[in-house]
C-alpha cells in the first residue's frame, strides 16, 4: 500500500527516510506537472510542515538557506549585492504562485540543465547540506549535481539547506537569461557572475557560470582566470574559454544558436555589474 507521510519536525523526516523509499515534495512545482492526469505510484513524504527548514540565517562565516525557502523568501529577504544574480533569477522563474511555492532547494535537487538557480549559486560557491537519521555531511554544489535530473543525495538523505560563504565586501551579483520571452519560460542559455572589482573597475575576484549549455551548469574559470586585473568594460569573451561546454539541439533552440548567443549573454552579464 502506497503511503503519505507529512512530519511536523525533522527527525521524524529523518527516521521516516531511514525506513522506506519515498519521493520528497516540497513546493512541489515540479512534482505536479510531471503528474498531471496520472496516478501517485510512489511513497510521498511532504516536507512542507517542517517550518524550521524555512529560513534565511546570517552568521560570521556566511548564510544558510533551509530547504523550504521559497524564492519569495529570497526575493524579500536583505541580502547583500552579491545576492543579486540570484534575486533576479528569482523573479523570473514562473509566476507569482510559483515563486511563492517553489524552493530554492528543490531546484537544485531537481536538477535540470536549466535551474535557473544554479549557475548563480556556482558563483557564489555554494555548498549543499545533507542530513540522515545517522550523519550530516556537505558537498560542494559542483559535486552534488552529477547529471541531468541526477544528485549525489542518498535515498536515506534530505537536502537540509545550502551555505553560502561570506562574499567580500564589495561583491556584486548579475544575472542573465535568455527565453522565447522575458518571464514564464525556460531558459535557452543563463550566466550568473559574482565579481569583485576595485575603484578603477578592474577585476580582483570573478565567478561565473553558464546554464543550460550542460548537463550540468558549468564555471568559466579559464576566463575567471584570464580575467583579474582587467577592467570590466575591456573583457573579451573568445572560444576558448567556452570550449567544456556542452549545448544540445532541443525544443527550445539549436546547439549552434546557444554557441553563438552565449559570448554576447556573458557580456551583459559581466558588463551588468557595474551598468545594471
Given at each position: 500500500m502506497l503511503q503519505y507521510f507529512r512530519p511536523d519536525n525533522l527527525e521524524a523526516a529523518l527516521l521516516a527516510l531511514s525506513e522506506?523509499?519515498?519521493?520528497?515534495?516540497?513546493?512541489?512545482?515540479?512534482?505536479?506537472?510531471?503528474?498531471?492526469?496520472?496516478?501517485?505510484?510512489?511513497?510521498?513524504?511532504?516536507?512542507?510542515?517542517?517550518?524550521?527548514?524555512?529560513?534565511?540565517?546570517?552568521?560570521?562565516?556566511?548564510?544558510?538557506?533551509?530547504?523550504?525557502?521559497?524564492?519569495?523568501?529570497?526575493?524579500a529577504a536583505e541580502l547583500p549585492p552579491a545576492f543579486a544574480g540570484l534575486k533576479k533569477a528569482a523573479k523570473t522563474i514562473g509566476g507569482i504562485q510559483t515563486q511563492n511555492a517553489g524552493t530554492l532547494c528543490g531546484n537544485i535537487c531537481n536538477a535540470s540543465p536549466a535551474a535557473d538557480a544554479v549557475p548563480n549559486l556556482l558563483a557564489l560557491e555554494a555548498t549543499v547540506q545533507l542530513k540522515s537519521s545517522l550523519a550530516t555531511r556537505s558537498l560542494s554544489l559542483e559535486k552534488f549535481i552529477l547529471g541531468n535530473r541526477k544528485t549525489a543525495r542518498k535515498a536515506d538523505e534530505l537536502v537540509s539547506g545550502i551555505f553560502i560563504p561570506r562574499p567580500g565586501e564589495n561583491a556584486v551579483g548579475n544575472f542573465e537569461k535568455l527565453g522565447t520571452r522575458s518571464y514564464l519560460?525556460?531558459?535557452?542559455?543563463?550566466?550568473?557572475?559574482?565579481?569583485?572589482?576595485?575603484?578603477?573597475?578592474?577585476?580582483?575576484?570573478?565567478?561565473?557560470?553558464?546554464?543550460a549549455c550542460s548537463p550540468v551548469a558549468q564555471r568559466l574559470k579559464l576566463l575567471e582566470e584570464e580575467c583579474k586585473g582587467q577592467k570590466i568594460n575591456d573583457i573579451e569573451i573568445q572560444s576558448r574559454h567556452l570550449e567544456q561546454l556542452e549545448p544540445i539541439d532541443d525544443v527550445r533552440a539549436s546547439a549552434a544558436y546557444r554557441i553563438s548567443v552565449i559570448p554576447e549573454l556573458l557580456g551583459r552579464a559581466i558588463k551588468g555589474i557595474i551598468q545594471p
Open positions: 522506506t523509499d519515498w519521493t520528497l515534495l516540497a513546493g512541489g512545482t515540479d512534482f505536479y506537472p510531471a503528474r498531471v492526469g496520472k496516478p501517485i505510484t510512489e511513497n510521498v513524504l511532504d516536507l512542507t510542515a517542517l517550518e524550521e527548514l524555512r529560513s534565511i540565517r546570517k552568521s560570521e562565516e556566511g548564510y544558510t538557506i533551509g530547504a523550504l525557502t521559497s524564492w519569495t523568501d529570497i526575493i519560460v525556460i531558459s535557452i542559455v543563463m550566466v550568473g557572475v559574482v565579481a569583485e572589482l576595485n575603484v578603477r573597475d578592474e577585476i580582483l575576484q570573478l565567478k561565473v557560470a553558464v546554464g
